[in-house]
């Protein structure tokens, strides 16, 4: 079927159809096929001019570019076929003019192609200037083809590139259908969009929607879309509908924003306690205010427009030189904040705290006013209260001590503290609102007439006055009291007494200030010096005594170094003292050197110093110093006789040594001589004879031997040895037997205690030992048939106990203090010297011990004899 | 008692005392007693000495006991000790020393029983019980 324009043509040209030849009619089938699939191009791209894409131009670009070279193409061929044709078919030379008109023709069709892409150059500018305005704007386009079925959903839609993103899609990554779009409708306006689309496909008119987006990932936007229908308008059919979509979502997000906001700020507004108002100063008119007026002020914002003065009426009198105050900084643009007190209009005072913003032209005028007022009466109340309650309790308190009473003008007490009790015995009860003068001592009420008197006369002052009370039981105590009047002060309305017993504290100062005089007295007129120091052992503090100890004045002293005034050959001696008294704070430390007078005459000195810095009652060293000159002399004198005495001592001892050997030897001697000579004859007179000299010269050398014991018991120090009690028994007995071979029929019996330890001085046990020993022997009572002496060593607390018991002759009780006597001899018939026991009572008590004795005539004796381990 | 036939104790004693009394006892007992051959009494423990330092090497004559006081002039028992610590081994080995003294003081007691030469400690006067105390070191 060939190109109606161009059949059109041919017909012009040919007549009929039918008279083309073959060859040329396939030419025009060709001519006319491209002609028709230009024509098709060409609506497309007339179509798009509205569309807007980039595809649609990088396709009506590939378009154009593809018909320009087909189009090329068929001209070029067309040409050379007419050429052919003009030049070789000379048959159809008749169609020659025919020819000339189809050259016309193709022309005709080169301008015409000329022209459209002119028209596409403008249209690819305009669509990308599109393009960019709709991506800024967020404004999407669409068109609808009604044309193709009577089914909205079938057919063609056509989106452009911003419409994909504001439905989130990448520009031509899907296929757009009525069914795509739908799927991202919210849900909840599917059907709104659906019907508004409905209702405008059956009216025609235009649409204007806002609806909602759901996006898969959740996003939800607000698009605005405007739609048109377009109408065939002779037929009426429907041709297709062009719409805008919108992203409106900001704009509706930051409207209802804004909207809430402000529904926010209106209720605040309104239900905010503090009252907000505005004032046009220039014309004096209340601007607005805000409702809370009414609670604030109980008239409302009407009553306060029709009297601008209204707010300052309310003011209490009193009150208002408050907002006059604030006039002038007001109006030199500052911002006000006061307190004042209203009139309500219910008849109550409150008060107002308001805060007020001036606005001022620029020169100067007030202009405006911006105020907030509210109510703080409730704070101001409490504010108030505590302030009163405070000044009251502050009043009460300053100035007590104990017992804290009020009186009122008459002195009637209207306020007793419940420690008037323990101070007067009285309760509270029992003196509030009683004005009685039985509490106070009578010698003292003038002085405390006198004392009321001027507390009246100078209100707020306290005034002391010491006076006597008499307690409810009798006793009178000493009070100190101090008394203000607080009859001017609308908190307390009454004179304010506090007192105290004092009585102890006035006795225990009267005890210290004699005790204090006394130490003042004996300090100054001891003959000590006392002297305190500082740390740095620098005199704080001298008494008058030094003048006359060392001739200086205590001015002379004060300040120094303490040791200054000492003989500089003792500086050494002195330092070490200080550290020794620094180093035992509040031990005393002794030391006794040589210091100067003023006169440069030496005295000596015993100087005593105590440590006392941690003491915070005198923060010093304390010395006493006394001079011990005289004393020092006497000592030295002591001293230096006590070594005389000491070394005549020592020579007394050797010369007692060497006596008692030079006695005792020629004594041994002659004994030597009788026994031998008694072995040398059996003369009876003569063995007599010898033995009376034996006894005789045994009798001598005990005596010496006593003398030398008892001296060196005296004299010779103790020695600390363990003793081995066997072997000293045992060598004490053989000593007297030795000694006494004639009372060999003396049984001796020994009983050592293995345990009986001692350390002890064992030649001084020796002396005790045969000093008992040998008188229970000698002393044996011939009269019993077996007679003995017993020796005991066994453990005792502490120590042993030493026993030496016999059958002797015995002591009769009247005797037996006088025993340990020197010299003390119980008969005459006694052989001993009388001076053994009294050795060994010395000698035990040497040892720390104690002597007992047990003993009854013809029976028997016992000595116990009592040894402490540690003899030191 | 005194019987000549008697075997001696010992067979030579050496008495050391300055007191001619004493030395006169001493010699008398021991004889008496047969307490020993030969007594050699001496005055001075000077001489003592000298006597023994010139016996060191001929042990036959060495005393076997030597009686000594300690109270003398010249020199004391206890110079004499220290000397005679100083004599050779022939003689501190054979000679036992018995002190025979009237001193009764502890100390000189104890300075003898410290001395290792001092076999006994005894108190004058010499007598039988004195001996036969001696007899019992042998």
Known sequence: ?872 | MTDANKTHAYKRIMVIDDNQIDRYIAEKTIKKYHFSEEVVPLESAVDALEQLSALSDKMEELPEIILLDINMPEMSGFEFLEKYAELPDTVTKKCIIVMLTTSLNEDDRMVAEKNPYIHQFLNKPLNEETLKKIRLVK
């Open chain 1, 1 to 872: 079927m060939l190109n109606k324009l161009l059949l059109r043509q041919i017909t012009k040209s040919f007549g009929d159809t039918d008279k083309v030849p073959e060859e040329l009619n396939k030419l025009f089938q060709v001519i006319s096929d491209s002609y028709d699939h230009y024509e098709k191009d060409r609506k497309m791209l007339e179509r798009s001019i509205e569309l807007t894409s980039k595809e649609m131009i990088e396709l009506n670009n590939k378009l154009r570019k593809e018909t320009e070279e087909e189009s090329k193409l068929v001209f070029d061929k067309l040409k050379e076929s007419l050429s052919i044709l003009k030049d070789d078919n000379t048959e159809f030379a008749g169609a020659a003019t025919d020819l000339s008109k189809l050259s016309n023709l193709a022309d005709l069709l080169k301008e015409e192609t000329k022209k459209r892409r002119v028209a596409e150059n403008e249209r690819a500018q305009r669509e990308s200037h599109l393009e960019a305005s709709q991506r800024i704007a967020h404004i999407g386009s669409w068109e609808l083809d009604l044309t193709v079925t009577d089914n909205i959903n079938a057919n063609p839609l056509h989106w452009s590139a911003e419409t994909y993103r504001i439905f989130g899609f990448e520009p031509g990554s899907v296929a757009v259908s009525n069914d795509l779009f739908f799927s991202r409708v919210h849900p909840d306006d599917v059907e709104l969009v659906k019907s508004t689309v409905a209702r405008s496909l059956k009216t025609g008119d235009q649409y204007d929607v806002d609806h909602r987006l759901l996006l898969p990932d959740g996003t939800e936007k607000i698009v605005r879309e405007i739609a048109e229908v377009f109408k065939d308008h002779k037929t009426g059919q429907l041709l297709k509908m062009v719409g805008t979509v919108q992203d409106i979502t900001e704009r509706v997000r930051s409207q209802q924003d804004l909207e809430r906001i402000n529904e926010a700020l209106k209720t605040l507004f309104e239900n905010i306690s503090e009252v907000y108002y505005s004032v046009d100063t220039t014309s004096y008119t209340l601007l607005q205010m805000s409702n809370a007026c009414e609670e604030v002020y109980g008239y409302t914002v009407e009553e306060f427009k029709q009297n601008p003065n209204l707010w300052l009426d309310v003011v209490l009198e009193e009150d208002k030189s408050v907002i006059a105050a604030s006039e002038i900084p007001m109006r030199q643009g500052r911002t006000i904040e006061h307190e004042y007190r209203i009139h309500h209009k219910n008849g109550e005072i409150r008060w107002i705290w308001s805060k007020l913003k001036p606005t001022l032209d620029p020169d100067g005028t007030l202009l405006r006013l911006d105020g907030i007022s509210a109510d703080v009466s409730k704070r101001k109340e409490a504010e108030l209260a505590l302030k009163e309650s405070e000044h009251k309790f502050r009043s009460l308190i300053e100035y007590s001590a104990d017992a804290i009473m009020v009186v009122d003008e008459n002195s009637v007490p209207v306020y007793a503290s419940n420690s008037l009790y323990r101070i007067m015995g009285y309760t509270p009860e029992e003196v509030i609102g009683v004005r009685s003068l039985k509490y106070i001592h009578q010698d003292d009420l003038p002085v405390l007439e006198k004392h009321l008197e001027r507390v009246r006369a100078n209100p707020g002052k306290p005034f002391t006055v010491i006076y006597r009370r008499i307690k409810k039981d009798g006793s009178i105590i000493r009070c100190e009291g101090v008394a203000i009047n607080f009859l001017h002060d609308p908190a307390i309305k009454g004179v304010v007494v506090n007192f105290r017993d004092i009585t102890e504290r006035v006795n225990t100062e009267r005890t210290l200030r004699n005790s204090e005089s006394k130490f003042r007295s004996l300090i100054e007129n001891s003959s000590d010096v006392i002297t305190v120091a500082d740390e740095d052992m620098n005199i704080v503090f001298v008494s008058d005594s030094i003048y006359r100890m060392t001739g200086f004045l205590p001015e002379e002293i004060l300040g120094l170094k303490s040791m200054l005034f000492s003989d500089p050959e003792e500086y050494g001696k002195i330092n070490a003292f200080i550290q020794q008294v620094l180093a035992n704070p509040g031990i005393p430390q002794k030391l006794i050197y040589k210091t100067l007078k003023k006169d440069g005459t030496a005295i000596w000195c015993e100087r005593v110093t105590t440590n006392l810095l941690h003491d915070p009652a005198i923060n010093g060293i304390v010395s006493n110093f006394r001079d011990i000159t005289e004393q020092y002399k006497y000592e030295q004198a002591l001293r230096e006789s006590n070594e005389i005495l000491k070394k005549t001592n020592m020579e007394l001892d050797r010369f007692v040594y060497s006596v008692s050997h030079d006695l005792r030897a020629p004594l041994s001697s002659m004994l030597g001589v009788i026994e031998f000579a008694e072995t040398e004859t059996t003369d009876t007179e003569m063995l007599e004879h010898l033995s009376m000299l034996k006894k005789s010269a045994r009798k001598l050398d005990g005596f010496v031997v006593d003398i030398l014991n008892y001296s060196r018991n005296a004299r010779v120090d103790l020695e600390s040895e363990k003793i081995d009690f066997k072997a000293l028994v045992r060598d004490v007995v053989n000593d007297i037997r030795h000694m006494n071979t004639g009372n060999s029929n003396v049984q001796i019996n020994i009983q050592v205690d293995d345990h009986a330890e001692l350390y002890s001085d064992k030649a001084r046990i020796k002396i005790i030992l045969s000093n008992l020993v040998s008188n229970a022997i000698r002393y044996h009572d011939p009269q019993k048939t077996e007679p003995f002496v017993k020796i005991c060593v066994y453990r005792k607390e502490g120590g042993i106990d030493l026993c030496v018991e016999d059958n002797g002759i015995g002591i009769s009780a009247d005797k037996h203090e006088k025993i340990f006597d020197m010299f003390y001899r119980v008969s005459k018939k006694s052989e001993g010297t009388g001076i053994g026991l009294y050795i060994v009572k010395e000698t035990v008590e040497k040892l720390k011990g104690t002597i007992h004795l047990h003993s009854e005539l013809e029976k028997g004796s016992e000595f116990i004899i009592h040894l402490p381990t540690n003899i030191n």
